[in-house]
């Protein structure tokens, strides 16, 4: 078989005289000479076998990937087994079994057809061992894992090809009559047959305006304010017109329920922009252990991403109150990560695919829920993708949720195994003053008995951690985020870079660097996309210092042009629907905490750019209320620690 992944050209299996084959060749049209290059693999490789189908994904996690499905073996036999062969970023070919976590089959066969439409491989009619026996259309969800068996076909060696959700098939034989080439066309539409009862989104035009396009007019000159609007008039990246939203119900509904996805219309989510209103106040290791694992050939880091990452079966309800890592060895997981954070750019770059999580603020349950549903960053062999994904993390690890601890501690794990794709960047709870306030001392003073005051504490030395966090990421020099905004004082990207960490907040600002400091953690856009310019934030900054402030979508178009970037992703404000676009959809904010502070009841999202400039949103909803615990039950009374009177900015996220 054959297939297509820009720019190369892939050849895989099929029949060489006298056997099957397993062998892979890759033709690249990038230049000429074109010639033909057989692939080396040094892992697991699928059996050899012809009359195979081979398709290529472009949505979804398994993006970028071609993937096999069964076939006729050596011993004349059919299979049913699903591979997926994926280039990395080093250039090394890699073949990635697919994993299947449902209950469902689809049955082993040959002759048949396979294609992708959206994330689902659909695989169409064929022929197994049994002669005579009609084959049903399968289909494998990519980000389930799973198989789904629909109504028999009965063609084999026919064509077949998709646009939208309808899928042409042509000509091959029947079962019936397998010696007589069928020569008509079937059309069928799979909105009637992707999981029954789940509305799937076609890519009609009446849909197409709901699609977040960052193409506007050229420049024009807005008539209120006088402002102009620039935007680039071919920009690359774009929203879908739809988002996978995982089904939530409470613990005690079986699993596979609880694991079921919808796909739904961007316009059919509550009504945009709804933003919220912000709370008004609202196994032990020891210091030893670094030298036993060591003995062992472990690493910290390792133990506790073992420890940690287990999205699988992890529940609130497991949660011990008593941290199982010691405040030591904490230190030295601080001190390890900080190192490779400090030698690292106050400006990451990066390269898409990657997924971007907004704030998280101590909701741990909710970041193992986001694993669970589409994947960790672990290695494919375990059943991550951080060998295809970056992973951006927008800040406000800690505070609120209670359990900061996990929350942090594993994302510094994950940045020391995988220190130049996991990119952590700081959020305004990043900030001693802050956290020091909503939860996070008081967590560190509770569950692991730490002296938060003493300059050697567990929590002095994450808040040092902080303050060299990076600031902002940008993806494929084309999308820009960071925690909060861009205010008024932050104009190029190359203002961020020269900035020089370790970086204190200071609130108090006297000079341009603290000003820009506070509007990349505390900036918001405005109301909506009819207010202009920069004013002041009367939510977090009620006193009117000028020192918080909102800006405009004039603001958001003009540093896009001027930075020749197309879209800024941004977190800090808690919005219903987990993501929210502003300024005809130049900039997104994504949430990722679910019912924030207990009280609001809003979806978590998370945003994965996708190689063919794709965004996708996956949101998860609220568990059970009970489930959820915060440290601040009662927010009134908390005062800024160094005012006698706490200032409202800071009872936001």
Not at 23 to 29: A, G, R
Not at 492 to 515: G, T
Not at 537 to 557: L, Y
Not at 638 to 648: F, G, S
Request: hydrophobic residues 35%.
């Amino acid at each position: 078989t054959m297939s297509f992944i820009s720019p190369n050209i892939i050849l895989i299996c099929g029949h060489a005289g006298t056997d099957p084959t397993n062998d892979v060749w890759i033709l690249s049209t990038n230049a000429p000479p074109f010639a033909w290059e057989k692939v080396t693999f040094g892992k697991e490789v699928p059996e050899p076998r012809l009359y195979h189908s081979a398709a290529s994904c472009n949505t979804g996690s398994a993006s970028g990937m071609t993937v096999i499905f069964g076939g006729r073996g050596k011993a004349q036999t059919s299979l049913n087994d699903l591979w997926g062969l994926r280039r990395h970023r080093d250039g090394l070919w890699e073949w990635i079994k697919g994993p299947n976590k449902g209950k469902e089959i689809a049955p082993p066969r040959y002759q048949h057809s396979g294609l992708f439409v959206s994330f689902f491989y659909i695989i169409i009619g064929g022929r197994n061992d049994n002669v005579g026996e009609v084959m049903p259309i399968s289909i494998y969800d990519t980000e389930l894992s799973e198989w789904k068996n629909l109504v028999p076909f009965s063609r084999f060696r026919h064509s077949a090809w998709a646009h939208e959700y309808a899928v042409q098939i042509y000509g091959g034989f029947e079962h019936s009559a397998p010696t007589a080439c069928v020569n008509n066309m079937v059309q069928m539409d799979l909105t009637t047959l992707l999981r029954p009862g789940v509305e799937v989104v076609k890519r009609t035009e009446s849909e197409k305006k709901h699609e977040l396009k960052l193409k506007t007019k050229p420049e024009s000159e807005d008539t209120k304010s006088g402002a102009k609007i620039y935007v680039d008039e071919k920009p690359t990246f774009k929203l879908t017109p739809y988002a996978l939203i995982a089904m939530s119900y409470s613990p005690d509904v079986p699993t596979e329920i609880q694991r079921m996805v919808m796909t739904l219309p961007l316009n059919k989510l509550q009504e945009e922009p709804r933003k919220l209103v912000p709370a008004n106040l609202i196994m032990h290791m020891t210091s030893g252990t670094k030298d036993k694992l060591k003995e062992n050939g472990l690493t910290m880091a390792q133990t506790v991403i073992t420890q940690l990452l287990r999205p699988k079966d992890w529940s609130v309800t497991q949660l011990e109150k008593r941290f199982m890592f010691k405040a030591e060895f904490i230190i030295d997981l601080v001190k390890e990560c900080q190192s490779i954070v400090e030698s690292q750019p106050i400006v990451c770059k990066v390269t898409a695919p990657v997924k971007i999580f907004g704030d998280i603020h101590g909701q741990y349950t909710d970041l193992m829920r986001f694993f669970d549903l589409w994947r960790s960053p672990v290695e494919a062999s375990l059943g991550g993708d951080i060998d295809s994904y970056d992973y951006v993390f927008l800040g406000d690890y800690v505070d609120r949720g209670s359990h900061s601890l996990e929350t942090i501690c594993l994302l510094m794990a994950l940045k020391i195994k995988f220190p130049n794709q996991i990119h952590l960047l700081r959020g305004n709870h990043e900030d001693k003053c802050i956290n020091n306030a909503f939860g996070f001392a008081e967590e560190c003073a509770e569950r692991i008995g730490d002296e938060v005051e003493e300059p050697d504490s567990v929590f002095e030395t994450i808040n040092k951690f902080f303050e060299w966090l990076p600031l902002a990421a940008v993806i494929d020099d084309k999308i820009i985020c960071l925690h909060g905004g861009i205010g008024w004082s932050v104009n190029n990207v190359e203002d961020i870079s020269r900035m020089i960490r370790p970086l204190q907040v200071v609130h108090e600002v006297n000079s341009m660097e603290q000003q820009m400091l506070i509007d990349i953690l505390w900036s918001d856009p405005t109301e909506n996309d009819k207010d202009f310019g920069v004013v002041v934030n009367q939510v977090r900054d009620p006193n009117s210092t000028g020192n918080i402030v909102s800006f405009g979508p004039d603001r958001v178009e003009a540093f896009l042009k001027q930075n020749k970037l197309e879209l800024i992703v941004r977190g800090h404000e808690c919005v219903m629907d987990g993501f929210e676009r502003f300024a005809k959809g130049q900039l997104i904010t994504v949430f990722s905490a679910t019912d924030y502070c207990g009280k609001h009841k809003n979806a978590g999202a998370a945003l994965f750019v996708q190689k063919n400039c794709e965004i996708v949103p996956k949101l998860i909803y609220p568990l059970d209320v009970s489930t959820q615990t915060n440290w601040i039950e009662n927010d009134k009374g908390l005062q800024h620690p160094q005012e006698t009177q706490k200032p409202n900015f800071l009872d936001v996220c």
